[in-house]
C-alpha cells in the first residue's frame, strides 16, 4: 500500500481506487465523500470541497493513510461520521454492518473502564441491534434513509471516555498507578466541541458543555426499543 500525496498531476492520480474518499470537517469528524465527487474538488477551480455522503461539505483529504474511507483500513483513533459510515452498510450489507456494530464496541481498555462507570457499556450497540432487528428488509436496494437517521443518531451518542492529555500521551508518566487513570464518560453528541478554532486542540471537549454518558437520547431510543439496561 503506498502512501499518495497531493501533486500538481491530474486529480485522479492522487485518488485511491475506491468508492469512497476520506473528507474532514469541523469537529474532527472525518466523512466519505463519493469518488467522483472527490475527482470534481479536485479538478482545477473545484476548490478541494464538495458533499460527502451524508451531506455536510467536507474538504478532500488524500494526505490521511491512502485517502480511502474504508473502516478497517483507517486508525480507530478517528472519528468516523456515523451517517456516512451506516449509509455505506446499509448499502454493502451483513459484513459491513457486522463491523459497524462492532464499532460501537469499546475496546477492552477502556470496556474495563466503563463497566466501572456505566450502567451498561454496551449499550448503544445492542440500541442499534434493536433498530436492525425491527428494520425489515434491509436489501432492498434503497439504502433506507429511514433506518439511516436512526442508527447515525444513536451512534452519534455512543458514550466515549474522556482521560486526562497526560493519561493518553504514552510518552509522559501521567502518576496514576497502574490502570487507574481517572476517566469520565461523555456524550460526543451533546457535549461542545472545540471547533477548528482551537487548532490542535480541535475537537477537545469544552467544560461549559461536556454532558455525562450515557445521555438522555440513548435512554430515550433504548426505552423506545425495549432495551434493557444489564449491569
Ligand atoms: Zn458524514
Ligand atoms: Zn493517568
Ligand atoms: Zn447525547
Do not use: K
Not at 40 to 50: E, F, I, M, N, Q
Not at 160 to 173: A, F, G, M
Amino acid at each position: 500500500m503506498t502512501t499518495m500525496t497531493m501533486t500538481t498531476g491530474p486529480a485522479a492520480a492522487v485518488l485511491p481506487e475506491t468508492p469512497f474518499i476520506v473528507g474532514t470537517a469541523h469537529r474532527g469528524t472525518f466523512h466519505a465523500i463519493p469518488r467522483d465527487y472527490a475527482l470534481r474538488a479536485l479538478a482545477p477551480g473545484g476548490g478541494d470541497s464538495c458533499g460527502a455522503l451524508c451531506g455536510t461539505w467536507a474538504q478532500v483529504a488524500t494526505r490521511i493513510g491512502t485517502g480511502a474511507f474504508d473502516r478497517a483500513h483507517l486508525p480507530a483513533w478517528m472519528r468516523l461520521c456515523p451517517a456516512c459510515t451506516w449509509t455505506i452498510a446499509l448499502q454493502a450489507g451483513s459484513a459491513a454492518i457486522a463491523a459497524e456494530l462492532e464499532a460501537l464496541t469499546p475496546a477492552v481498555e477502556d470496556l474495563a473502564a466503563l463497566e466501572q462507570l456505566v450502567p451498561d457499556p454496551l449499550i448503544t450497540r445492542r440500541v442499534c441491534e434493536a433498530i436492525l432487528a425491527t428494520a425489515g428488509d434491509l436489501t432492498d436496494g434503497s439504502g433506507r434513509q429511514d433506518v439511516v437517521e436512526l442508527l447515525a443518531h444513536a451512534a452519534a451518542h455512543a458514550p466515549v471516555l474522556l482521560r486526562d492529555e497526560d493519561c493518553v500521551d504514552t510518552s509522559i508518566d501521567c502518576g496514576h498507578p497502574g490502570p487507574n487513570c481517572p476517566a469520565a464518560p461523555a456524550c460526543p453528541a451533546c457535549s461542545v466541541r472545540a471547533g477548528d478554532w482551537a487548532q490542535d486542540r480541535e475537537g477537545f471537549y469544552r467544560d461549559a458543555c461536556t454532558i455525562a454518558a450515557p445521555c438522555q437520547v440513548i435512554g430515550a431510543m433504548a426505552a423506545f426499543y425495549g432495551v434493557e439496561v444489564t449491569a
